[in-house]
């Protein structure tokens, strides 16, 4: 082995590398100084987007997402320029064509955690419903606890704590009870056909006027709907100053209780189903032209 060859190739590979990188030594201390103001700006830029967006979403979390995906694409497209002006363009290449195929994988692997994300996004800038709303969704019906990004939680009044995908609220009916923070209860009666339906329109609504619970902007409505089978059937409607269920339920029941006594006191009578048997219909026979027959047991 020759050492002096050897000797000769390494010093010529090292002339080779120095004198490289004193040509390279400009582009070296300008992507230092873009790499340092780079990331300044991107650290201005990212609280200049957290005001912004905190002006449009009171959502944190979706606020800090916001400002961090503006932070690091900043200084993704920093790292890039600062690799160009390094003479590293195939790397840049590379980069963001693996970037493009790994994207393209996640894409496909979490479709449904994508969906469920961007959901939670478009939610929490809509905002159709908020903490303590009182929704019905699909047919979960209860009280909003939590909205994440992903998904939301409501608490339903059974006691039970439903986790519901954000694609799922997106894309259906959403019934927000609280937003007129108030709520119409419709109470079904049916009265006697004999009785004087005018009478009855206004004992029932004296009857419920009264609730302590009802708006006292809306007042009660008493509308005839339908006639039934065995009795003529009657709406009422009442507005309650707030949306909470406890009080919904609670005034449906005092104001049975109040029409029931009502009635009960001016002789309305809410009559039992009745059905009649028609014997003499065209192609029957009359009650009295049937025979019939007295047994005696032996």
Avoid: C
Avoid at 29 to 49: H, Q, S
């Amino acid at each position: 082995m020759d050492i002096d060859k050897i000797t000769s190739l390494i010093n010529d590979k090292l002339y080779s590398w120095s004198e490289a990188l004193i040509k390279l030594l400009p582009n070296i201390v300008l992507a230092a100084v873009v790499m340092v103001i780079g990331f300044y700006i991107a650290k201005f830029i990212r609280k200049i987007t957290s005001k912004l967006v905190h002006k449009i979403s009171k959502n944190i979390t979706l606020n800090n997402l916001f400002s961090s995906i503006v932070y690091f694409s900043f200084i993704g497209i920093v790292l890039f320029t600062v690799l160009t002006i390094l003479n590293l363009d195939k790397a840049v290449t590379s980069i963001l064509a693996g970037a493009g195929i790994l994207g393209l994988a996640l894409a496909f692997a979490f479709q449904d955690i994508a969906a469920n994300f961007m959901s939670g996004i478009f939610i929490s800038f809509r905002k159709p419903l908020k903490v303590g709303d009182i929704v019905q969704i699909k047919e979960y019906m209860g009280k909003v606890i939590e909205i994440n990004l992903r998904d939301t939680l409501v608490e339903t009044f059974q006691g039970k704590t439903v986790i519901i995908p954000n694609k799922e609220v997106f894309q259906n009916p959403i019934e927000n009870y609280t937003i007129l923070q108030k709520r119409r209860f419709d109470l079904s009666v049916g009265v006697s056909y004999g009785d004087d339906l005018e009478k009855v329109r206004q004992i029932t609504i004296d009857a419920v006027s009264s609730i302590e619970e009802l708006s006292k902007e809306d007042p009660v409505n008493v509308f005839f709907v339908a006639f039934g089978d065995s009795s003529v059937n009657l709406s009422v409607r009442m507005w309650i100053n707030t949306p909470e269920q406890s009080v919904y339920n609670k005034v449906g029941s005092e104001a049975i209780i109040r029409i029931k006594k009502a009635y009960d006191a001016n002789d309305i009578m809410i009559p039992f189903p009745i059905r009649t048997l028609d014997f003499g219909i065209k192609g029957g026979t009359t009650l009295t032209e049937m025979p019939i027959q007295m047994g005696t047991k032996q």
